[in-house]
């Protein structure tokens, strides 16, 4: 039909080909190391050069601990961001831009756009420059699985992963790890408006995949001595 021909054109293949979600969970974890390798470098070289580098959309923090809404940082930042992101910037623009210019430009494109949607978190110019050296190549590492697969799967996939590492090692170092525990079990229920107004206002920062990089920055304050942490994705 017209309809089902769009959804195809935008997802991929209607058959779930588990070759895809292999490759996805291979170059999320992929992604996920060469982030961690790029981040330390960039922090290294900005503390060279003199400047403070503050934490990184900490809202996540703050999500993370506390116990009736660290279940929904995991449901947000692994499932639904992936799938409603990936389709939006890989499955729409990126193929779009494609049919008209080729790969990279649409690469580019895509991933400019995403980047965008990552940026601004009150963290200032600094905070915005590490959000951009990490998420923009991210970007594009994404167009270009979707575009060697053939599916938006794929690509939701690897960033379902590379979410999924920058949730996890948040929880592991806010100490969040039995609030989540204790949430996800159903022991424990939002208790009042403020808390629920709280969760709907960082929606959309738990939507990113520049999550780890918070995570990342705070486990790197607790084993250095030497270095400074700022007020505290």
């Not at 900490?58 to 930042?77: G, H, K, N, Y």
């Not at 430009?105 to 200032?124: E, I, N, R, W, Y």
Request: glycine share 12%.
């Amino acid at each position: 039909s017209r309809y089902g021909g769009g959804v195809r054109r935008v997802v991929g293949p209607a058959a779930l080909r588990w070759a895809d979600v292999g490759v996805g969970v291979g170059m999320g974890l992929a992604c996920f190391l060469a982030g961690r390798i790029l981040l330390i470098g960039l922090v290294v070289l900005l503390e060279r050069l003199g400047l403070d580098v503050p934490a990184v959309q900490d809202s996540f923090r703050v999500i993370a601990q506390d116990r009736a809404t660290a279940p929904a940082l995991v449901v947000t930042a692994v499932l639904l961001a992936p799938v409603s992101e990936e389709l939006l910037f890989r499955g729409v623009l990126f193929q779009g831009v494609r049919a008209r210019t080729g790969f990279w430009p649409a690469a580019l494109a895509s991933a400019g756009m995403f980047t965008l949607a990552h940026v601004g978190d009150g963290g200032g110019p600094v905070a915005d420059l590490v959000i951009i050296a990490g998420i923009l190549p991210l970007g594009v590492a994404f167009a270009a699985i979707m575009q060697w697969r053939g599916t938006v799967l794929a690509s939701a996939v690897a960033h379902a992963v590379y979410n999924a590492g920058g949730v996890a090692l948040l929880i592991l170092t806010s100490g969040a790890t039995n609030a989540l525990l204790n949430g996800l079990s159903g022991m424990t229920t939002v208790s009042s408006s403020n808390r629920a107004s709280s969760a709907s206002a960082s929606a959309k920062d738990a939507a990113s995949p520049a999550i780890s990089s918070s995570s990342w920055r705070t486990s790197r304050c607790r084993s250095s001595a030497t270095y400074s942490k700022k007020s505290s994705g």
